[in-house]
Protein backbone atom coordinates (compact mmCIF):
# COMPACT_ATOMS: atom_id res chain seq x y z
CA UNK A 1 0.00 0.00 0.00
CA UNK A 2 1.92 3.45 -1.05
CA UNK A 3 1.70 6.33 1.10
CA UNK A 4 -1.24 7.70 -0.93
CA UNK A 5 -3.41 4.73 -0.09
CA UNK A 6 -2.60 5.00 3.43
CA UNK A 7 -3.49 8.80 3.76
CA UNK A 8 -6.70 7.62 1.70
CA UNK A 9 -7.56 4.95 3.80
CA UNK A 10 -6.74 7.66 6.92
CA UNK A 11 -8.86 9.82 5.62
CA UNK A 12 -12.15 7.60 5.60
CA UNK A 13 -11.51 5.61 8.47
CA UNK A 14 -11.70 9.55 10.13
CA UNK A 15 -14.86 10.52 8.31
CA UNK A 16 -16.39 7.26 9.20
CA UNK A 17 -14.82 8.30 13.01
CA UNK A 18 -16.06 11.94 12.60
CA UNK A 19 -20.03 11.38 12.34
CA UNK A 20 -22.32 12.58 15.53
CA UNK A 21 -21.80 9.88 18.30
CA UNK A 22 -19.95 7.12 16.18
CA UNK A 23 -17.20 7.04 18.78
CA UNK A 24 -19.29 7.38 21.29
CA UNK A 25 -21.15 3.89 19.90
CA UNK A 26 -18.32 2.47 19.51
CA UNK A 27 -16.69 3.24 23.08
CA UNK A 28 -19.92 1.88 24.73
CA UNK A 29 -19.35 -1.27 23.15
CA UNK A 30 -15.63 -1.40 24.03
CA UNK A 31 -15.80 -4.13 26.80
CA UNK A 32 -17.13 -6.81 24.47
CA UNK A 33 -20.54 -7.35 25.94
CA UNK A 34 -23.63 -6.78 23.80
CA UNK A 35 -25.98 -4.35 23.82
CA UNK A 36 -29.39 -3.89 22.44
CA UNK A 37 -30.91 -0.61 20.93
CA UNK A 38 -32.63 0.43 23.88
CA UNK A 39 -29.58 -0.11 26.26
CA UNK A 40 -26.92 1.69 23.45
CA UNK A 41 -28.99 4.49 23.36
CA UNK A 42 -28.96 4.86 27.18
CA UNK A 43 -25.09 4.13 26.96
CA UNK A 44 -24.45 6.40 24.74
CA UNK A 45 -26.79 9.10 26.38
CA UNK A 46 -28.47 12.40 24.31
CA UNK A 47 -28.69 9.94 20.96
CA UNK A 48 -32.02 10.12 19.25
CA UNK A 49 -33.26 6.37 17.85
CA UNK A 50 -32.97 7.74 14.22
CA UNK A 51 -29.21 8.73 14.59
CA UNK A 52 -28.24 5.52 16.49
CA UNK A 53 -29.90 3.68 14.23
CA UNK A 54 -27.80 5.51 10.97
CA UNK A 55 -24.72 5.10 12.90
CA UNK A 56 -25.58 1.47 13.83
CA UNK A 57 -26.28 0.86 10.20
CA UNK A 58 -22.49 2.60 9.08
CA UNK A 59 -20.34 0.98 11.52
CA UNK A 60 -22.16 -2.53 10.30
CA UNK A 61 -21.10 -1.87 6.63
CA UNK A 62 -17.78 -0.48 7.83
CA UNK A 63 -17.43 -3.72 9.80
CA UNK A 64 -16.70 -2.51 13.15
CA UNK A 65 -19.75 -4.00 14.63
CA UNK A 66 -21.97 -6.92 14.20
CA UNK A 67 -25.89 -7.62 15.27
CA UNK A 68 -26.31 -10.98 17.07
CA UNK A 69 -28.82 -12.52 19.25
CA UNK A 70 -28.18 -10.40 22.25
CA UNK A 71 -27.53 -7.17 20.40
CA UNK A 72 -24.68 -5.11 19.03
CA UNK A 73 -21.02 -5.31 19.64
CA UNK A 74 -17.92 -4.54 17.73
CA UNK A 75 -16.37 -7.30 15.61
CA UNK A 76 -12.77 -8.28 15.67
CA UNK A 77 -12.15 -5.02 13.32
CA UNK A 78 -13.96 -3.13 15.48
CA UNK A 79 -12.32 -4.56 18.97
CA UNK A 80 -8.50 -3.91 17.19
CA UNK A 81 -9.69 -0.21 16.48
CA UNK A 82 -10.90 0.18 20.27
CA UNK A 83 -7.22 -1.58 21.03
CA UNK A 84 -5.34 0.92 19.23
CA UNK A 85 -7.56 3.41 20.59
CA UNK A 86 -6.78 2.29 24.31
CA UNK A 87 -4.23 5.17 24.95
CA UNK A 88 -6.84 7.47 24.37
CA UNK A 89 -7.92 7.97 28.11
CA UNK A 90 -4.55 8.37 29.29
CA UNK A 91 -3.66 10.80 26.93
CA UNK A 92 -6.80 12.91 27.15
CA UNK A 93 -6.09 12.73 31.20
CA UNK A 94 -2.64 14.49 30.62
CA UNK A 95 -3.87 16.84 27.45
CA UNK A 96 -6.68 17.97 29.95
CA UNK A 97 -4.14 19.05 33.02
CA UNK A 98 -2.06 21.05 30.11
CA UNK A 99 -4.59 23.12 29.44
CA UNK A 100 -5.78 23.98 33.01
CA UNK A 101 -2.21 24.71 33.46
CA UNK A 102 -2.24 27.12 30.24
CA UNK A 103 -5.32 28.95 31.26
CA UNK A 104 -4.07 29.07 34.80
CA UNK A 105 -0.30 30.70 33.61
CA UNK A 106 -2.87 33.07 30.78
CA UNK A 107 -3.33 36.80 33.05
Known amino acids: M ?3 DHHAATQQLLALLEARYAMRVLWAL ?3 HPQTFRLLQ ?4 GITPNTL ?6 LRAAGLLGHGQDGYCVTS ?4 LLKRLSELPAFAARWSA ?3 RKKAATP
Open 53 to 58: NTRLKE
Open 77 to 80: TGAD
Open 42 to 45: DSVG
Open 98 to 100: LQG
Open 2 to 4: STK
Open 30 to 32: RDG
